[in-house]
């Protein structure tokens, strides 16, 4: 059974900047006055991989926020400069926004963050007190190891000098230099396949997402926390998965997903995302 639809709608964020939102609405009869915030991955949108997710959680009568990142999609912001700093902040505002829509009881919000969102969903759980849970699935949580982990040592270093000459140029000029996506994260074969589309970002990305580091907060998170990893991802190590939870000192659940590649989540695997998903918030935020 689907949920109540969506609407379109838009709030604000720091520096003053105008975010996109949809909200997924969950039917009247099964609303739990309840929701949680979505933060989706490098370089997407909302309209991509949150529906599948958001959809089946509005059904179970959650009120779901999606949004696009300042910088990204319809949002205002600095074209396609990603920074992982500002994307934990634009979430937490969404968290903000999402209490203060009508119906929904401030008291029970949680957030979830998927891939490179995964990140910015944590931060956002340590620095806003509003979510009571948070979950993240086949996330990157340590920028640096990412990096490492796809981009050839020397190459690497290569993209970190012409990140910095980047930022150079743009503190004088105001110019931001614009790659393609595939340049910062460089994709294997299996995402070669999968992310055919041709997504601008700006370089500098690359330093930001280096020095993104979720993995240094993991400790201090007061909140539960539901790890899910797909153990075949050739995308994002499934080791990065661990090692965050392992380091979670409150109460956590590590959902292993075997088989299937960093895009089971949003595919065959999603209906068990689904399920873990709704019983960690529903146990923790109800």
């Not at 926004?97 to 759980?125: E, R, V």
């Not at 396949?193 to 041709?198: P, Q």
């Amino acid at each position: 059974m689907a949920g109540s639809g969506t609407r379109d709608m838009t709030f604000h964020s720091g520096g003053g900047f105008k975010l996109a939102g949809r909200v997924y609405l969950p039917d009247p009869a099964k609303d739990l006055k309840a929701g949680f915030v979505f933060c989706h991955g490098f370089g997407g949108v909302k309209e991509g991989v949150p529906v599948g997710l958001s959809t089946l959680m509005a059904a179970d009568g959650w009120t779901v926020l999606t949004f696009d990142y300042r910088g990204f999609g319809q949002s205002e912001g600095p074209r396609f400069v990603l920074n992982p700093a500002e994307q934990a902040e634009d979430a937490v505002y969404a968290l903000e926004f999402l209490a203060a829509w009508s119906g929904i009881d401030a008291g029970k919000i949680a957030i979830y963050g998927t891939s490179f969102g995964a990140g910015a969903a944590a931060l956002a759980a340590r620095l806003s007190p509003r979510p009571k849970a948070v979950a993240t699935a086949v996330g990157v949580l340590s920028g640096s190891d990412w990096l490492a982990n796809i981009v050839p040592w020397a190459a690497l270093m290569e993209k970190r000098e012409a990140a910095l000459r980047s930022i150079s140029r743009r503190v004088v000029s105001g110019e931001i230099e614009m790659v393609d996506r595939a340049d910062i994260m460089v994709p294997d074969p299996a995402t070669a396949a999968v992310y055919t589309e041709k997504v601008p970002m700006a370089m500098e990305s690359l330093f930001h997402v280096g020095n993104h580091e979720p993995m240094r907060i993991a400790e201090e998170l007061t909140i539960p926390a539901l790890l899910i990893g797909v153990e075949d991802d050739s995308l994002v190590p499934f080791a990065q998965t661990m090692r965050f939870y392992q380091k979670v000192r409150t109460e956590k659940r590590l959902e292993r997903i075997a088989t299937g590649n960093h895009w089971a989540v949003y595919n065959e695997a999603l209906p068990r995302v689904h399920e873990v998903t709704s019983k960690w918030f529903s146990q923790h935020v109800l």
